[in-house]
């Protein structure tokens, strides 16, 4: 069964860098094929791609935000960690991990609960 | 830039069929998937590559895509449908979602 679950700050301020965290089970992000992502959703808005790392280091960032963005695995704790800088009151929105697996492509399986972050000084 | 393009609204009655539609140049030759989105819950896949259904999404979940253009078809619409669906698709190394179609079923 696969799960994943995010993890970090609810509140920062405008300026400073946010850290979150995915921590998944039921997979290996070290099997040929797999990836988790991050997309996000602003209050009452629409999905945003933000960015994916796969099984071989492999990272895609969305090119509007490549500039501020980070994604790192750990594979040996089953996580993946997303930091993004310079946070404004727009990049406040709820925050999803997700694994990329046997559907192919770049599409997402399995999504974690997400996690609101509040950008407000 | 590659953008998906989704009517924001569409209504059906129970039992109808409802079409919801994702736009682009050339998205025919692109693989479309679609994800269901209730309120407070996040979103499931419901269609991946252009027409597949995961295991456990029910058969009145179809999808088709040619042209510029890829379609969600719902057959027998039932509440339960009632929902915001987005569409998501590739280009240039990176992933694009759609504007999302919130589906009222009334």
Redesign the interface.
Known sequence: QITLKESGPTLVKPTQTLTLTCTFSGFSLSTSGVGVGWIRQPPGKALEWLTLIFWDDDKRYSPSLKSRLTITKDTSKNQVVLTMTNMDPADTATYYCAHRGQYGDYVFGYWGQGTLVTVSS | SFELTQPPSVSVSPGQTASITCSEDKLGYK?V?W?Q?KPGQ????VI??DS?R?SGIPERFSGSNSGNTATLTISGTQTMDEADY?C?A?D?????????TKLTVL
């Not at chain 2, 996040?42 to 896949?45: E, G, Q």
């Not at chain 2, 190394?93 to 999302?100: L, Q």
């Open positions: 693989y998937s994800y989105q996040s979103p499931v896949l991946y590559g597949k995961p987005y998501q590739w240039s190394r990176t992933g694009v979602f759609g504007g999302g």
